[in-house]
């Protein structure tokens, strides 16, 4: 099976932009994870889909968003983008709740 | 609420020799723990998971930790470090119930030496 991917790997964006983040999970898993990775904070939990439904949702402000669709793959969407947003963004799958997670490989955003 | 603690943000070792990563976890209710590894430019790879059966678990490349109640601890160890095993690892513990939501700790970069 393919594991999970994430486009794009590497992105640029200057202050106050908006950006999205897609994230295709493993055949067959039905849950998505979104996480970010700075060097500052660690990795922390953004949100959380399950069946098209948001699940749990981490402490961030409003302008991170996401979304599953019935295919399971999911975006997270970021809006007015400030440089504390360059991070290495993590997307991860697992068949259901309390099931193994697998990570996919992130795309790394960097706001000039 | 849970949380983490690895202590040490940096270990070197020298190839051969026993890698001991350390861990202790916060949690009001039994946790589910997990290590997992980060190589340079990629995601997390699991290592191993503990979910309340056996307290010493086995995972992948090697390692082991040991789940410890009396000691909050789930220290991941390796008798011998290869090269390969240079890595950032994390520990992270997660809540039993409806979630996925996984809570890490600051990471433990580990070097190798020849």
């Known amino acids: 099976k393919a594991g999970v991917t994430q486009t794009p790997r590497y992105l640029i964006k200057t202050r106050g932009q908006q950006v999205t983040l897609s994230c295709s999970p493993i055949?067959?898993?039905?849950?998505v994870s979104w996480y970010q990775q700075t060097p500052g904070q660690g990795l922390q939990f953004l949100f959380e889909?399950?069946?098209?439904?948001?699940?749990n949702k981490g402490n961030f402000p409003g302008r991170f968003s996401g979304r599953q669709f019935s295919n399971s793959r999911s975006e997270m969407n970021v809006s007015t983008l400030e440089l504390g947003d360059s991070a290495l963004y993590l997307c991860?799958?697992?068949?259901?709740?309390?099931?193994?997670?697998?990570f996919g490989p992130g795309t790394r955003l960097l706001v000039l | 609420a849970q949380s983490v603690t690895q202590l040490g943000s940096h270990v070197s070792v020298s190839e051969g020799a026993l890698v001991l990563l350390r861990c202790n976890y916060s949690?009001?209710?039994?946790?589910?723990l997990f290590w997992y590894v980060q190589y340079p430019n990629q995601g997390l790879q699991l290592l191993l998971k503990?979910?309340?059966?056996?307290?010493l678990v086995k995972g992948i490349n090697g390692f082991e930790a040991e789940f410890k109640k009396s000691e909050t601890s789930f220290h991941l160890t390796k008798p011998s470090a290869h090269m390969r095993d240079a890595a950032e690892y994390f520990c992270a513990v997660s809540v039993r119930g409806a979630t996925n939501k996984l809570i890490f700790g600051t990471g433990t970069l580990l070097a190798v030496q020849p």
């Open positions: 949690s009001s209710v039994p946790p589910y």
């Open positions: 503990y979910t309340s059966a056996a307290t």
């Open positions: 991860a799958s697992s068949l259901d709740q309390q099931e193994t997670q697998y």
């Open positions: 889909y399950f069946s098209e439904t948001q699940r």
């Open positions: 055949s067959g898993h039905r849950s």
